[in-house]
């Protein structure tokens, strides 16, 4: 139990167009979902709380115009990187945490974003 | 405010030997600690928790853990390296009021040798 996908694995779009991962917990509910951004060789570094039916929680220095975030329905959060950048190009990874097991969180395999 | 630091950012062991990845952390009301790995390219995939109760907690793969809170660590520690245990891994801290959002270290990389 506690599986959490994403999609895509890996994608390759080119500088200036759009590109949404999708984070998606299979077989649990998730009120809350987290999404990290990880630069290579480096921690985790957290962009935002998604809450399912409300706005999301960026952190500080974290642009919310550009990293567009949709919690839907109580399995399902999506990130959309707005007019991408070489610069975005990265290892993104949500997290969903169970509803019923409030400090845990269940990571997702990750999604390779590289911006040409 | 809470902060995950990870003392040795790799660590090489030869196969069969013990493993000591270190973890301190600073938290200002009880602490929820946790140890994962990450292999490359994928997600992370939890090794064990502490929450409440037993100190010394046991994790997947053959790795443990002890909570110090006089010491603020939660070292991680397995008998005898395999090599499928190199990888990466996280150290991280949360509790139960921040939203459950979690602070991790900087990683350490765990190389095992033949």
């Known amino acids: 139990g506690a599986v959490v996908s994403q999609h895509p694995s890996r994608v390759i779009c080119k500088s200036g167009t759009s590109v949404k991962i999708e984070c998606r917990s299979l077989d649990f509910q998730a009120t809350t979902m987290f999404w990290y951004r990880q630069f290579p060789k480096k921690s985790l570094m957290l962009m935002a709380t998604?809450?399912?039916?409300?706005?999301?929680?960026?952190e500080q220095g974290v642009e919310k115009d550009k990293f567009l975030i949709n919690h839907a329905s109580l399995t399902l959060s999506t990130l959309t990187v707005t007019s991408a950048h070489p610069e975005d190009s990265s290892f993104y990874i949500c997290?969903?945490?169970?509803?019923?097991?409030?400090?845990?969180?269940?990571f997702g395999p990750g999604t390779r974003l590289t911006v040409t | 405010a809470q902060s995950v630091t990870q003392l040795g950012s790799h660590v090489s062991v030869s196969e069969g030997a013990l493993v000591l990845l270190r973890c301190n952390y600073s938290?200002?009301?009880?602490?929820?600690l946790f140890w994962y790995v990450q292999y490359p390219n994928q997600g992370l995939q939890l090794l064990l928790k502490y929450t409440t109760g037993a100190t010394l907690v046991k994790g997947i793969n053959g790795f443990e853990a002890e909570f110090k809170k006089s010491e603020t660590s939660f070292h991680l520690t397995k008998p005898s390296a395999h090599m499928s245990d190199a990888a990466e891994y996280f150290c991280?801290?949360?509790?139960?009021?921040?939203?459950?959002?979690?602070?991790f270290g900087d990683g350490t990389t765990l190389t095992v040798k033949p």
């Open positions: 998604s809450n399912e039916g409300s706005k999301a929680t960026y």
């Open positions: 938290s200002s009301v009880p602490p929820y």
């Open positions: 991280a801290v949360s509790d139960n009021t921040n939203a459950g959002k979690s602070t």
């Open positions: 997290s969903a945490r169970s509803d019923r097991v409030f400090h845990e969180q269940y």
